[in-house]
Nanobody, 123 residues
Framework: QVQLVESGRCLVQAGGSLRLSCAASGRTFSNYAMGWFRQAPGKEREFVAAISQSGDDTPYADSVKGRFTISRDNAKNTVYLQMNSLKLEDTAVYYC????????????????WGQGTQVTVSS
């Protein structure tokens, strides 16, 4: 089992920045690829970004490319999502997820999920 707990400041104005963290426990963190997903009200969960075990593979959704950066610190068992130039449409519940082997943009490929953290971007 892998337990994932997200944290981060939850309310920010449009154009601002926010960093989410996801702390993992239970298994060897460096064995897992990590992903960030989000779900807005009335919409399906969508892929945001992912990172491989070593950090050398980092796919992004087109909607966040150039604004968001995913990173990880295997010594701290933590994955981060730095979000810059935030837009109103970035408002959603953000989830981190973990899976063995290769990164994927598909939510179904992830085994473990955090409880989610609400991010609200205001005008």
């Amino acid at each position: 089992q892998v337990q994932l707990v997200e944290s981060g400041r939850c309310l920010v104005q449009a154009g601002g920045s926010l960093r989410l963290s996801c702390a993992a426990s239970g298994r060897t963190f460096s064995n897992y690829a990590m992903g960030w997903f989000r779900q807005a009200p009335g919409k399906e969960r969508e892929f945001v970004a992912a990172i491989s075990q070593s950090g050398d593979d980092t796919p992004y959704a087109d909607s966040v490319k150039g604004r968001f950066t995913i990173s990880r610190d295997n010594a701290k068992n933590t994955v981060y999502l730095q979000m810059n130039s935030l837009k109103l449409e970035d408002t959603a519940v953000y989830y981190c997820a973990a899976k063995r082997l290769l990164t994927t943009t598909q939510a179904i490929g992830y085994t473990y999920w955090g409880q989610g953290t609400q991010v609200t971007v205001s005008s």
